[in-house]
Every structure is written in structure tokens, then in C-alpha cells.
């Protein structure tokens, strides 16, 4: 009821406040609610929400799956999920990377999918090596199994000493915050997509699933089709993350992917709005690692871009990543900069010698591009106000 | 000189948690447009650091990134014979505290600094989170400071440096002053694109680099960004 309730005072999706007065009521509804479940965490930087949902597409082969599909990942968003599918016999949660710790002691997680880490509103969610030894300690009490990618190298260092680990090789790489091993500090040696410390024992371990370019290689050597409905090489590594996770929930491979595939809007992500003549395509990025995965993606055509940024807490106030993000690869197109801080956007366009204009509402700056197909990137806040006012554009 | 300006892009895989990169960017492109021939020189971890630049860029790092990076530049001490014959560097975030005689990390333990400049830098009871706006001190540059600014460690100047500005809205080194001078060094705790947000300090290093002041160089999302964040800071 308090959701519904949430949802009419035109407080926010409802994704949240059930979970937050349950949560008062009895601080240990995460553990009763996830007890007697089988259940699945996904945490990391990037992809959360997708491969959360891909993963719970997948279970989903094996019984009813409580998950919580809206990127509420934080506990009151998991009690939320949970409270609304008492009966289901499985949960895949996507839990934010700072309450991993205390998610992870509350549910006994048969599965942890541990996606990347890279540097996110350091404001907020502070430097990634402080994240890195948190995930380490949690991950260290999971007596299920642990699905890390051994192409990251802050991965690796949290996922290494744990009971038992499945290791992925995603094929996606954002390294620019791990020149430095995160155990000792020494410099990391990359050779090809083989990496080591150069003091210490760290350094990549074998894979056991291999993501190909458009396809997967399983740990008993079977070569499987993605032919995902979602663009982007990060997908992919999502895909064979969350395809990895279903099979140690019992999930025959063959069923999983074909499962997953049929993901096509994430929360809104990827969606195509129809607004004036302009058919814009919607794509969420948050951070620097994000946001260079995107501008791979866009780069496939040559639509002109709304590029929308917003700096609130949810965000992150600090918006010094922008420098981070290669926007030289928009060099020729046409550009507008758009959301509440799009001066400061613009300024790093202006420096990457991005011809662009300013329109700060994103609706706005959609209507002003040529009739024909746009890409619209928008950070956290911007993504989600958007996705809102063009709810009924589709 | 080179035939072109030269600006070492120092560690910027160890030293570049806040998106350091742009300010070597923003003295790069300010130089090209006004054909002053210029270009970023990254100098990575394992590779000796150069002496011959005419502007070092050091940015901000986590604490065991920092602790690599003095070994590091102690180990290739290219960018400190630069700074002995006069070269122009800029220091920012971690940059303060490590050219600094030592500094203490939030573990409670002191390293030697690079002894570049006089000062010593600690590390706060609190994080200072936030927009920063600060005064220039002694006609320096024009304009105020302002800038984000995300750090433990507090930084007290020794007679032999002054500040760069008195802070307005923020915390800066204590509290008070923001940010270093001493010759042709210049730090501040005004993390990442320092430089894009206050182009008259980067023209101010143009200067030192070149000897000749800059051409006048109005760039409009330049000029509409500061006055949307000093309105934002409340000044």
C-alpha cells in the first residue's frame, strides 16, 4: 500500500518507500525475506541493472524470481522486491556496490556476480581501492559461489580468496584506475589480455567462460550464440556474466541465453522515443568507464547527439570524470549539450573541438536536431527525468 | 624552448583519479589557438621522467597511488632538476602534498615529500567535499578561484611559499588560504579541471612557460560556466 501510496503523493516510483518502512518495522526483513530462497547478487560499476535483469530472465527457466528490476538496488529497495513475490523460490537482487557488505551478510547468497569496478562519483561512493577491499571482505564470507571477471584487475583482487570462483573474461577493459596492483601498490604489467603484478602473486587467472565477439565459449569448450536485442560490446560481457551466474543456479546454458536475448529495454535504457518527426534512441552512461562504452556504440552511426548531464547527489556533485570521457570522438557531428550542467559539458566539448550548441532541456534539444534518427546519452538523474516526461512518447 | 612547448603529463596512470588529463588539455589547445605550438607529453609509471619540458602537470591520486608516485618521480628526478633550472609546474590535489617537504597520510604515516616547495601537509579530521571559491592574493591573477575540491589531507606554508587565494566558500589548505606559489610552482587543491574553470591561471603559466603574456582568448562556455558556478557557490 505505502508504494501505491508513494507513487499518487507523486513521491517517486514507489521502488523504495515499502522497503524503507518495513525496513524500520523490523531491521532484519532483508534476512527473513531472503531466507529459505536461493538467491543471486550482481554488483559492480557498470551493467548492474541489465545483467540483473538478464540473470533473472534466465532463473526465471527454473521457477518464479523475485528481482528488483527498477534499480532500487539498495536494501529498502530489495525488501520492496522481495515483499511482492513472498512465494517466489528464487531472488536476483542488483545491490548497489556500497551495500554490498551488509546485503551479502543478510541473504547467504548462493550466487555473487561481481561485474568491474571503476571509479564512480567519487564524491559519493568514494575511491575505488576503499571499494575494492569492502567487496573483498564480503565476498571472503560467501560460501556459495562467486562469478568475477578476471579482466579486472580490482575484480580479481576481490574475488581471488574466495571459496570457490568462476571466472569470466569479458573482454571489456577500463584500466585507467589500475596502473597500481590493489594488494600492494606495485606497478600491473599488462601483456596483451594477460596481466600480472610485478611484485606480488596477483595476476589474471584463467578463465573458465570466454566472451568471443558475438558469442560465448562455456568452461566445457561449446561455442553459443549471444544474438542479443542490446547494442554494445558491454552487453556482451553482461550477457556471459549473467550466463555464467544461471548455469551454477542450474540453469542448462542453451535456455539461459536464449532467455536473455529477449531483453530489450532496461529500465527505459535503449528505448526509442518518437517526438516530432525525430526518432531518438535513449542511452544511460554514469561514469567515465560508461560513458566511453557508449561513445563505441554510437560511433557505429553518424546521428547527431544530445549529450544530457545532471549533478545531484544521485549523480555525484563532481563532475571532473567529464575529462575522462574521449569526447573527441564526436568531432564532426553534430552536438547539443543539454541538462543542468551542460555549460560544463560544454566547456569540455569546446576544449575537445566538438562544435555543439546549448540547450539545456533535453526534450528540447531532441526537437531541435534534424528530422530523422538522434542518440540521446544521459548520466543517472538526467536519464531518469527524461525517461519520465517521454513515458507515453513511445 | 623546443619548437614546440612542451607539458609533461606527469603519471596521469597514477596521478589521474580526477580527470588531471583536462588541464593539460585546456594549456595544450589554449596555446595551438593562438599558434603557439604546444603538445602533451605523457610520462607513465616506469618511464624516466624528462627534464627538458617546459610545463609539468601533476594530478590528483588514492593514497597508495600517491605513495608510488613520489618513489617514482624520488627515482627519475627529471621533473625536479626542471624545477631548478625554472620550469613551470602545476600540482594539484595529491601534486600539493607530495612536492611539499612531507606529508602524513590518513594511516598516520609521514613520508618525505619531494622538498620542491615549503610546506608540510597532514591529513584532516574531515574530508572536504565540495565547490570551492577563493580570492586571488597579491593581484596574482584575476578573477576568483573556483573549483571542486575532494580531500583528507590539510596543508600548512612555509615562509618560503605564499598562497595562492584566500577561500571564500570551502576549505582549501585549513580552512583559510588555498593553494601555493613559490617561483613557478603552483598548487591547489582544486582537483582535476582546474584549468578549464580558470583559464587565467592557465594563462598565467603560458606566460611563465613562454615569457610573453598570451593573447586575449573569450571562450563563451569558459565565461558563462564561471558565472554559473560562483552563482551556484553563493559569491
Given amino acids: ?394 | 624552448m623546443a619548437s614546440k612547448v612542451q607539458i609533461a603529463l606527469v603519471l596521469p596512470d597514477l596521478l589521474g583519479t580526477y580527470g588531471d588529463f583536462g588541464n593539460a588539455v585546456v594549456l595544450e589547445k589554449r596555446m595551438t589557438w593562438r599558434g603557439i605550438p604546444a603538445e602533451i607529453v605523457p610520462v607513465r609509471f616506469g618511464e624516466p621522467v624528462p627534464d627538458s619540458c617546459d610545463i609539468y602537470v601533476v594530478g590528483g591520486g588514492e593514497d597508495t597511488a600517491q605513495t608510488l608516485a613520489v618513489r617514482h618521480l624520488r627515482d627519475h628526478p627529471g621533473m625536479q632538476r626542471a624545477a631548478s633550472r625554472g620550469a613551470v609546474i602545476l600540482g594539484v590535489c595529491a601534486g600539493i602534498q607530495i612536492f611539499g617537504e612531507k606529508f602524513t597520510r590518513a594511516d598516520d604515516v609521514t613520508h618525505p615529500g619531494l622538498g620542491l616547495v615549503d610546506s608540510s601537509s597532514h591529513a584532516g579530521g574531515s574530508r572536504a567535499i565540495g565547490e570551492v571559491v577563493a580570492e586571488p592574493v597579491d593581484g596574482l591573477f584575476e578573477g576568483l578561484l573556483t573549483g571542486f575540491e575532494n580531500h583528507q589531507g590539510r596543508t600548512v606554508i612555509g615562509p618560503s611559499a605564499r598562497p595562492l587565494a584566500r577561500v571564500k566558500v570551502g576549505t582549501g589548505n585549513d580552512g583559510s588560504v588555498e593553494g601555493l606559489v613559490q617561483g613557478r610552482i603552483l598548487c591547489t587543491y582544486l582537483h582535476g579541471p582546474v584549468l578549464p574553470r580558470n583559464p587565467q591561471i592557465a594563462d598565467l603559466l603560458i606566460e611563465w612557460a613562454t615569457g610573453t603574456k598570451p593573447q586575449p582568448l573569450d571562450l563563451e562556455a569558459v565565461t558563462r560556466l564561471r558565472q554559473e558556478r560562483a552563482k551556484a557557490a553563493g559569491v
Fill in chain 1, 1 to 394: 500500500m505505502s508504494s501505491k501510496l508513494s507513487q499518487k503523493m507523486g513521491l517517486g516510483a514507489g521502488g523504495m518507500i515499502g522497503g524503507r518502512i518495513a525496513l524500520k518495522l523490523d531491521p532484519q526483513a532483508l534476512a527473513h525475506l531472503t531466507s529459505g530462497r536461493r538467491v543471486a547478487l550482481v554488483t559492480g560499476t557498470n551493467g548492474k541493472t541489465t545483467s540483473t535483469m538478464m540473470l533473472s530472465r534466465a532463473v526465471s527457466a527454473l521457477g518464479e524470481v523475485a528481482t528488483n528490476h527498477g534499480g532500487a538496488n539498495m536494501p529498502d529497495g530489495h525488501v520492496t522486491a522481495l515483499s511482492k513475490q513472498q512465494e517466489a523460490p528464487y531472488a536476483v537482487l542488483e545491490v548497489d556496490e556500497g551495500y554490498f557488505p551488509e546485503v551479502v551478510r543478510a541473504s547467504n547468497p548462493s550466487v555473487a556476480v561481481l561485474l568491474n569496478l571503476s571509479r564512480d562519483q567519487l564524491d559519493r561512493v568514494g575511491e575505488v581501492r576503499t571499494i575494492e577491499r569492502n567487496l573483498r571482505e564480503a565476498l571472503n564470507t560467501v560460501t556459495g559461489v562467486v562469478v568475477a571477471s578476471c579482466d579486472d584487475i580490482m575484480v580479481t583482487s576481490a574475488a581471488r580468496d574466495c571459496a570457490r570462483v568462476i571466472w569470466v573474461s569479458t573482454g571489456t577493459g577500463w584500466h585507467n584506475d589500475a596502473a597500481s596492483c590493489p594488494r600492494c601498490g606495485d606497478p600491473i604489467r599488462w601483456q596483451g589480455e594477460h596481466w600480472h603484478c610485478t611484485n606480488c602473486d596477483l595476476a589474471r587467472p584463467k578463465p573458465d567462460w570466454v566472451t568471443g565477439d558475438g558469442f560465448l565459449i562455456t568452461p566445457r569448450g561449446e561455442r553459443v550464440e549471444l544474438s542479443l536485442r542490446l547494442p554494445g560490446k558491454f552487453n556482451m560481457a553482461n550477457a556471459v556474466m549473467a550466463a555464467a551466474a544461471a548455469a551454477e543456479m542450474g540453469v542448462a546454458v542453451p535456455d539461459a541465453v536464449q532467455r536473455l536475448r529477449t531483453v530489450s529495454n532496461v529500465a527505459g535504457r535503449y528505448r526509442t522515443i518518437q517526438r516530432s518527426g525525430r526518432r531518438a534512441r535513449l542511452l544511460l552512461s554514469k561514469n567515465p568507464a560508461g560513458w566511453s562504452e557508449t561513445l563505441t556504440v554510437v560511433r557505429e552511426s553518424a546521428h547527431p547527439a544530445v549529450l544530457a548531464i545532471n549533478a545531484h547527489e544521485a549523480d555525484g556533485r563532481d563532475l571532473s570524470w567529464l575529462w575522462d570521457v574521449p569526447f573527441e570522438q564526436l568531432q564532426g557531428r553534430r552536438v547539443i549539450a543539454s541538462g543542468e550542467r551542460a555549460t560544463d559539458l560544454a566547456v569540455r566539448l569546446t576544449y575537445a573541438e566538438v562544435e555543439h550548441t546549448i540547450i539545456p532541456d533535453p526534450l528540447e534539444a531532441i526537437d531541435a536536431m534534424p528530422v530523422g534518427d538522434v542518440e540521446v546519452i544521459a548520466n543517472y538523474t538526467a536519464f531518469r527525468d527524461l525517461n519520465a516526461r517521454s513515458a507515453d512518447g513511445e
